[in-house]
């Protein structure tokens, strides 16, 4: 079952924070982030494993909250170069890999 | 350089043709997936195969078929192609499940 993803879309200006969140009704083992720019593939951001741990890089970081199967995607500061469509994907315990809907994040400057 | 390749990019083709999309992988990879991406419905898988002769069905996998015979290579196959297979297609590999994924390019493909 595809996760839930909120907002659908999000317009910011340079320098404004967002935060993106994906839930599941499922289980989840582990929680995986995309950002996808228009005309292109896909891009790894970042893995969460099941134990709440936080990860980030640079100024997007996110949380796993595997009790409540639901994951945040922080945006800090955000740049133009962040504007693209944020996809969260689930994997149910060795079963088939799920992407969420996407999120498009617009950055004005 | 380590990368995930598709051919072809584009194509046009007509109801029933059938058709074959490479994908090929120079990472050693043992877990590949194929994707279709439509509007508003984001990515959803369509096989995976974590390695050599071990594939499963995602979501959606009516109307195509895949074989892994090597490592390396992971053919989408669609035997009878209607115009609800018109899609962007995504073929991606991971060392093992669960792990990072790495995209090919994409297919864009329209059946008329």
């Known amino acids: 079952q595809q996760p839930v993803q909120s907002p659908q879309a999000v317009i910011l200006r340079e320098g404004e924070d967002a935060v993106i969140n994906c839930s599941s009704s499922k289980a989840l083992y582990s929680v995986h982030w995309y950002r996808q720019k228009h005309g292109e593939a896909p891009v790894f951001l970042m893995i969460?494993?099941?134990?709440?741990e936080q990860k980030g890089h640079d100024k997007i970081s996110a949380s796993f909250n595997e009790k409540k199967q639901q994951s945040s995607l922080y945006l800090t500061a955000s740049q133009l170069s962040y504007s693209g469509t944020y996809f969260c994907?689930?994997?149910?315990?060795?079963?088939?890999?799920?992407f969420g809907p996407g999120t498009r994040l617009s950055v004005l400057p | 350089e380590a990368q995930v390749t598709q051919n072809p990019r584009y194509l046009i083709t007509v109801t029933g043709k059938k058709l074959t999309v490479t994908c090929s992988q120079n990472m050693n990879h043992e877990y590949m997936s194929w994707y279709r991406q439509d509007p508003g419905l984001g990515l959803r898988q369509i096989y995976y195969?974590?390695?050599?002769?071990?594939?499963d069905k995602g979501d959606v996998p009516e109307g195509y078929k895949v074989s892994r015979k090597e490592k390396r290579n992971f053919p989408l196959i669609l035997e009878s192609p209607s115009p609800n297979q018109t899609s962007l297609y995504f073929c991606?590999?991971?060392?093992?499940?669960?792990?990072?994924?790495?995209f090919g390019p994409g297919t864009r493909l329209l059946v008329l």
């Open positions: 991606a590999s991971s060392l093992v499940n669960q792990e990072t994924q790495y």
């Open positions: 969460l494993l099941k134990g709440g």
């Open positions: 195969s974590m390695n050599v002769e071990v594939t």
């Open positions: 994907g689930t994997e149910n315990y060795g079963q088939n890999f799920v």
